[in-house]
């Protein structure tokens, strides 16, 4: 079943170098079936920074020369997603254009094929990415998405530690935020959170928000990692 959550987040704790850190986030995203993978941050008009990517011999160099980020819809579709998506889910309503199709086929001839893409919010209006891909055409694994976004989750929020781009502190959170959280881990919904506590889908909403919004989380699961990293959630 691949690394679990709590064993990676035990890991990546104790980490001190970024070095360290994608060495152990590659093994983990390896477990799962995928071979490439890179980080980077983009903007509207393209790719802003590429801190690394793991991908055969050439693929970079190419990408970079040719431009291709202003071409690729992984990294058009990645300032609009709300959620990790498959590469085959940027395509518009119409199909994509020759020149998207083109890219493509490009990128599966240099060992570049189906994958997903994780978007993190960063600062202003960038967003930072990290997709994992296949180096043969072949099916994607069996998809264990919200675990994938954990582990990226997980590894930006080190990364940021470890690179002084982010300064975690530890804020108070009520028993009811810390218990509706800690049922998101479990992968509870709102209603059944609600039966569990004894309280109402609105209650539940409205802690899980207060939540969020005291970690600087912008979404359930990265409250949820903030939450482990800071020791409010237990493993």
Not at 61 to 89: C, I, M, N
Not at 127 to 135: A, K, N, P, Y
Not at 141 to 158: A, E
Not at 165 to 194: A, H, M, S, Y
Request: glycine fraction near 8%; charge should be neutral.
């Amino acid at each position: 079943m691949g690394t679990s959550l709590e064993n990676f987040i035990e890991t990546t704790q104790s980490i001190a170098s970024v070095a360290g850190l994608k060495k152990t986030f590659l093994a983990a995203v390896a477990e799962e079936g995928y071979e490439n993978a890179v980080f980077a941050r983009t903007n509207e008009r393209g790719l802003v920074s590429l801190p690394w990517a793991e991908f055969p011999s050439g693929y970079v160099d190419t990408y970079r020369s040719e431009g291709w980020d202003r071409r690729d819809p992984v990294v058009q579709r990645a300032h609009l997603a709300r959620r990790p998506f498959k590469w085959s889910e940027t395509s518009p309503r119409g199909g994509f254009t020759k020149d998207q199709m083109r890219f493509f086929e490009e990128c599966r001839e240099l060992g570049v094929h189906s994958g997903i893409t994780i978007p993190i919010p960063g600062s202003g209006r960038d967003v930072d990415l990290i997709s994992l891909s296949l180096r043969q055409r072949a099916e994607l694994p069996p998809h264990r998405m919200t675990h994938l976004y954990m582990l990226s989750v997980q590894y930006w929020l080190k990364y940021c530690e470890l690179s002084d781009r982010r300064d975690q502190e530890v804020v108070p959170l009520t028993f009811q935020e810390r218990e509706c959280l800690r049922w998101c881990k479990e992968g509870k919904t709102n209603w059944e959170i609600g039966e569990i506590l004894n309280i109402s889908e609105k209650t539940v909403e409205f802690h899980l928000s207060n939540g969020m919004r005291k970690l600087g989380a912008n979404n359930r699961i990265t409250a949820v990692i903030v939450g482990i990293k800071t020791g409010l959630i237990p493993l």
